[in-house]
């Protein structure tokens, strides 16, 4: 490391998930990672931000090994990504836009093949199959729409199920791309009580979002990406208004609002990628509470 925006105090982290020198050049010769560097340990939840274009996606299809490297190596859990693949340790919940609605599946079925890696060749699902996808369905609250078609679900419910796969799979490594796009703020305060549920029982967690303002909020790390990792690690030190403005360049929103407390001025600053603003208050990132009052205890 020796790139001083990158954060030294982050290289402990026992047996998450770490990528080290990763590059990526796609098959028209784009390379849309270079060098890229971080390591995350288990038992945190991981906020990936960029720009559009930038690498998260890349960066998760190396991560699951649909996209080989060019350089560097990813390991996942101690073990090379051919390895925990085959042990099924990583789970995907992707992108609403990556998803064709229109194919005709149950939500338990969708559920259910989080489970075909831990099936035989033939997939027939035992009891064991069925209880776990019981039990994920439960604990997104998505019970009662089982036997529903996926396209019949609102966006929020849709996400829910692609959790619930993710937990049917047992997954010790979940990547989640952009869970929060189109969803209101109950289901996200839901996902978000759920993401630190798995936080507790070790799980690794890796959730890219262009919603900047829920990132100090339930983020116990950060990975800022452009082509590269320009800086990673607790989120108090990483997700501050100068690197926020340095990975984005002049593409944020930002508004600077003064206001006055106890009769003197003071600025807040409001810096936005789209989605939920974060707000600033003397270089600080501030927290929402949730509307269940839940605190972030990172
Ligand atoms: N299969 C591919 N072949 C060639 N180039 C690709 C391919 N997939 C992505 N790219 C390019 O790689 C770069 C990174 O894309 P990627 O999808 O990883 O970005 P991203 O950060 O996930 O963006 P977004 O926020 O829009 O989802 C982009 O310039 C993109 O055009």
Known sequence: MNDPFLNPASSDTGSGLSV????VTYRNGHTAL???TFKIP???ITALVGVNGS???????AIMGFVGLAGGEISILGQPVNAALK??????????EDIDWNFPVLVEDVVMMGRYGHMNMMRLARAADHEAVAAALARVGMSDFRNRQIGELSGGQKKR?????ALAQDGRVILLDEPFTGVDVNTEDAIVKLLRSLRDEGRVMLVSTHNL???PEFCDRTVLLNRTVLAYGPTVEIFTQANLEKTFGGVLRHFVLNESEGGKPRALDVI??????VIFQDGQATRRKSSSGDEDRS
């Open 20 to 23: 080290r020198s990763a590059t």
């Open 34 to 36: 270079r060098d890229a």
């Open 42 to 44: 288990a038992g945190t």
């Open 55 to 61: 690498g998260k996606s890349t960066l998760f299809k």
């Open 87 to 96: 042990k099924n340790v990583v789970a995907y919940v992707p992108q609403s």
């Open 161 to 165: 199920v692609f959790l619930a796969r």
């Open 213 to 215: 303002g829920s990132v």
């Open 272 to 277: 936005t990628d789209d989605e939920r603003a």
